[in-house]
Each structure stands twice: as C-alpha cells, then as structure tokens.
C-alpha cells in the first residue's frame, strides 16, 4: 500500500469526490453530480442489504 490519499467515492455515482475543508468541516463535493454531498451519507457504514427471503 502506497496510497498517501484515500479518495472518497460518491455516493450515486461512484466518481471521487473533492473534499473541501473549511473551518475544520468538511464538506464533499462531487464534480460529476455537480453538488455538494451530505457528509452523513459519505461517512456511513454501507447500508445491508435487505434479505429478502
Ligand atoms: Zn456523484
């Protein structure tokens, strides 16, 4: 592992997303949606997957 930068894949579309700091939030911003992401969404564990049996 050499990563020196983990980049954070959006949410909806799975492009990496900016991470913009400011005053110590941070903020994710995605260049393909074009918008800002709620950091509760990138942050959260992946959600299970419904067994639907
Ligand atoms: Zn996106």
Redesign the pocket.
């Known amino acids: 592992m050499s990563e020196s930068q983990a980049t954070i894949p ?1 949410p ?4 990496p ?1 900016e991470v913009l700091q400011a005053c110590g939030a941070k903020s994710y911003f ?1 260049p ?2 074009n918008e800002l ?1 709620s950091k509760s969404r990138i942050e959260a564990p992946p959600a299970p997957s419904p067994s639907s049996d």
């Open positions: 959006c909806d579309c799975g492009q997303l995605c393909h949606c992401k």
